[in-house]
């Protein structure tokens, strides 16, 4: 019997998301390269490359440690690398495999440059777009002049564009997923169109959530869409539509510990269980509680205390102490990284599994 609280991941549902986005993917004549924030574990990486997958995203460079450690060799740190320490490591790492590396600024590029000078090596980087979502990333009407500069640095080879927009349309969150991705696909495509009429050879125009990448990869002349959360769904992208709550692999079990009113259950899950960055009420999903309840769907996880869940309840409900619930999680990639270990369950089957990737930040 599994301890609670715990996450648990089922492998037929995970290995249908997995199969059935590099299907599409391929369909649409563009590669795929997932983000394993979601799952953080190289095992399932693997099954994401053997599926079709060109390569894997990561957000860190430890995360590229872990992975290239376990045997992929082909990786995208999708993120601006500052630190000294940092673009050192990842400057040695992409002499061992094939790595490329996110940039949006002078300062940025002028560093990494430097670092790969010194350590004899040409690293290859991509120009992170800011297309709406005003967090990291040059903004877009500055960005071919910084190509520019880029692609003129020694040392550094500007190998495309990268942006992350997710479910954005005129500034604000929103349900179009369509609309919202074929945009971010037409201004990234235009923007590369303008970077080559200035001489810079982009090769790589990468886009694309698991909400919006489907529809960004149907515009003519995206090349790459990195997905992430697609492996395991959560709760969030079943309100957006991209999935049904019956394709979500990933579901925290928890024990009911206390039912002290006819209206409440406790279950020995808190916030150091269920990620709480997707909160309740909030546009544009306006979801309910922190997760879906399957043994109880109209009952609500309303609050989070460190390791208290509470559960608002209608009196009809028969929750009792010791009963074991079932949650699907509003967003699984930040609950994950909350647990050392999943179970990935198959039938009878049952395998503890250490996320190996966790807690990387560094």
């Known amino acids: 019997m599994r301890e609670t609280p715990c996450l648990v991941i089922d492998v037929t549902k995970m290995n249908a998301n997995i199969k059935t986005m ?24 693997k099954a994401q490359l053997d599926a079709g997958a060109i390569g894997i995203t990561v957000a860190k460079v430890s995360e590229a440690e872990v992975m290239a450690a376990h045997g992929i060799d082909n990786i995208f740190i999708a993120y601006p690398l500052i630190a000294a320490s940092k673009i050192e490591r990842a400057v040695k790492l992409s002499q061992q495999i094939q790595l490329v590396v996110g940039v949006d600024s002078d300062e940025g590029a002028r560093r990494l440059s430097e670092a790969a000078g010194r350590l004899g090596h040409e690293l290859q980087v991509r120009l992170e777009i800011d297309t709406g ?34 479910a954005l349309l005129d500034g604000k969150p929103t349900m179009d997923l369509e609309r919202a991705g074929r945009e971010e696909g037409e201004l990234m495509v235009r923007l590369a169109g303008l970077m080559r009429a200035e001489g810079i050879p982009i090769a790589d125009v990468s886009v694309g959530s698991s909400p919006t990448g489907l529809y960004a990869a149907q515009v003519e002349g995206v090349t790459e869409v990195r997905p992430g959360t697609y492996v395991f769904y959560d709760r969030m992208q079943a309100a957006f539509g991209v999935c049904s709550l019956e394709d979500c692999a990933g579901v925290i079990e928890a024990t009911v510990i206390s039912r002290p009113s006819e209206h409440y259950a406790v279950i020995d899950g808190g916030s150091k269980t269920f990620a709480t960055d997707v909160q309740p009420g909030t546009g544009p999903l306006q979801l309910k509680g922190f997760g879906h309840i399957l043994e109880a769907p109209d009952a609500v996880l309303e609050r989070l205390s460190e390791e208290h869940g509470v559960i608002r309840l209608e009196p009809h409900h028969a929750l009792k102490v010791g009963d074991r619930v079932r949650i699907i999680p509003n967003h699984i990639c930040s609950t994950l990284n909350l647990h050392n270990y999943f179970y990935f369950i198959d039938g009878e089957q049952s395998e503890k599994v250490p996320v190996l990737a966790r807690g990387m930040l560094e």
């Open 22 to 45: 590099a299907e599409a993917v391929r369909q649409r004549g563009v590669t795929l390269r997932p983000h394993i924030k979601t799952h953080k574990t190289p095992s399932i990486a």
């Open 133 to 166: 979502l005003q967090r990291t990333g040059i903004p877009y009407d500055q960005a071919v002049a910084l190509a520019g500069r880029i692609h003129a640095l020694p040392h550094l080879k500007l190998t495309g564009i990268f942006t992350f927009r997710g």
